[in-house]
T-cell receptor
């Protein structure tokens, strides 16, 4: 596709429910990243996939958060038993994964936990 | 110490002036540096990348890198109201694979 595609664009859920956020990276990009941005804050790294290597999960804030990337393309970020502090914009990015290649971001999913 | 530090601003400049945005980083051997622009409610978009010491120019934008001082800056010449946004500095730390570490951003306001 032309760019990184994320869905849904907005998600409102009740505290305690599970949510799934989807990311479709740019075709040919081997690296995929999840970040989150709380209101007025910077980007917080969550998880990074590079090709067939084991993902870098060092940024996941708790074991309620998990992500997978199927077939080296589409990724799903799952948040179980959502809490109000999970409310944020979840941004997905992809890159060529080589050397100094920059990240290209999707439009994000705005998650609101009520 | 944060890995990437930026003054949160807001930085206000008059239209037509030069806006200077600054960033320092803690990982001495970081090799790649990026400036992203983020409009309110939108996702970050890449403006400039820089990898070598010195200046890199692209239109009205100039990125400057000084690895000895661990300092990256972005100059915007002939600032326009449409440049009003938050500017995020990012670096690729050593041993971090290809992930980027971002600063918290500097809000720029270009006033008429």
């Amino acid at each position: 596709g032309a760019g990184v595609s994320q869905s849904p664009s907005n998600k409102v859920t009740e505290k305690g429910k599970d949510v799934e956020l989807r990311c479709d990276p740019i075709s040919g990009h081997t690296a995929l990243y999840w970040y989150r941005q709380s209101l007025g804050q910077g980007l917080e790294f969550l998880i990074y996939f590079q090709g067939n290597s084991a993902p870098d999960k060092s940024g996941l804030p708790s074991d309620r958060f998990s992500a997978e990337r199927t077939g080296g393309s589409v990724s799903t970020l799952t948040i179980q038993r959502t809490q109000q502090e999970d409310s944020a914009v979840y941004l997905c990015a992809s890159s060529l994964g080589q050397g100094a290649s920059p990240l290209h971001f999707g439009n994000g999913t705005r998650l609101t936990v009520t | 110490q944060k890995e990437v530090e930026q003054n949160s601003g807001p930085l206000s400049v008059p239209e037509g002036a030069i806006a200077s945005l600054n960033c320092t980083y803690s990982d001495r051997v970081s090799q790649s540096f990026f400036w992203y622009r983020q409009y309110s409610g939108k996702s970050p978009e890449l403006i400039m990348s820089i990898y070598s010491n010195g200046d890199k120019e692209d239109g009205r934008f100039t990125a400057q890198l000084n690895k000895a001082s661990q300092y990256v800056s972005l100059l915007i010449r002939d600032s326009q109201p449409s440049d009003s946004a938050t500017y995020l500095c990012a670096c690729r730390p050593t041993g971090g694979g290809n992930k980027l570490t971002f600063g918290t951003g500097t809000q720029l306001k270009v006033e008429l």
